[in-house]
């Protein structure tokens, strides 16, 4: 079954950066579209970024354009979420999922209805 960890959250201050990794197993690599998700409290979740089963598109919510950026490593499993300048309105859960397969960019990339498989998450705090 697929499994998916989540690491490298942690607290920064405003203009910082972190790396947010996430080791998936048990699924078929570029078979499945890829996203990562956030949960403030109170909210509802919110696609940030997301990448095709082919691995050669890429979608972002408005605000993480130009600041995040969503890559895999298929040697190492690990999807991750690069993301600089970091404001406080990025603080929340972050979740990596994996999804149907499909290919193309748009926003069904950021939906979580595509998605099957869902992380623990890992927690983003920015101030």
């Known amino acids: 079954h697929v499994q998916l960890v989540e690491s490298g959250g942690g607290s920064v201050q405003a203009g910082g950066s972190l790396r947010l990794s996430c080791a998936a197993s048990?699924?078929?690599?570029?078979?499945?579209?890829i996203g990562w998700f956030r949960q403030a409290p109170g909210t509802e979740r919110e696609g940030v970024a997301g990448?095709?089963?082919?691995?050669?598109?890429?979608t972002y919510v408005e605000s993480a354009k130009d600041r995040f950026t969503i890559s895999l490593d298929n040697a190492k499993r690990t999807i991750y979420l690069e993301m600089t300048n970091l404001k406080p309105e990025d603080t929340g859960m972050y979740y990596c999922?994996?999804?149907?397969?499909?290919?193309?960019?748009?926003?069904?990339?950021?939906?979580?209805?595509?998605?099957?498989?869902w992380g623990q998450g890992t927690q983003v705090t920015v101030s």
């Open positions: 999922a994996v999804g149907r397969t499909g290919a193309g960019p748009g926003m069904w990339l950021l939906m979580d209805i595509e998605y099957q498989h």
């Open positions: 048990g699924y078929t690599y570029n078979r499945n579209c």
């Open positions: 990448i095709d089963a082919d691995g050669t598109s890429t």
